[in-house]
Nanobody, 119 residues
Framework: QVQLMESGGGLVQDGGSLRLSCAASGDIFTIDTMGWYRQAPGNQRELVATISRGGDTTNYADSVKGRFTISRDNNAMTVYLQMNSLKPEDTDIYYC????????????WGQGTQVTVSS
């Protein structure tokens, strides 16, 4: 079992910045990829960014490339999402994800943190 605790959401003006954090606990040795996803009510959850176990491979949604940066501290078992140049369309609930494949493929999710960008 893996537990994920997110923090850092809030209200920010158009063009502002926020940093999200997600601390993992439990069977952290089983985690491979970590990432951030977002979802608005009534919509499907969509990928924002992912980062590999060693932090050397990252993947971003086209809509956030150049504005968001994902990073990972394996000593603290925490993943971060630095969000700059925020836009009103970035308003969503952001969810942390931990993915692994041992002993069986799994996905764990955090409880979500609200990000609101005002115009």
């Amino acid at each position: 079992q893996v537990q994920l605790m997110e923090s850092g959401g809030g209200l920010v003006q158009d063009g502002g910045s926020l940093r999200l954090s997600c601390a993992a606990s439990g069977d952290i040795f089983t985690i491979d990829t970590m990432g951030w996803y977002r979802q608005a009510p009534g919509n499907q959850r969509e990928l924002v960014a992912t980062i590999s176990r060693g932090g050397d491979t990252t993947n971003y949604a086209d809509s956030v490339k150049g504005r968001f940066t994902i990073s990972r501290d394996n000593n603290a078992m925490t993943v971060y999402l630095q969000m700059n140049s925020l836009k009103p369309e970035d308003t969503d609930i952001y969810y942390c994800n931990a993915h692994g494949s041992w002993p069986n493929e799994f996905d764990y999710w955090g409880q979500g943190t609200q990000v609101t960008v005002s115009s």
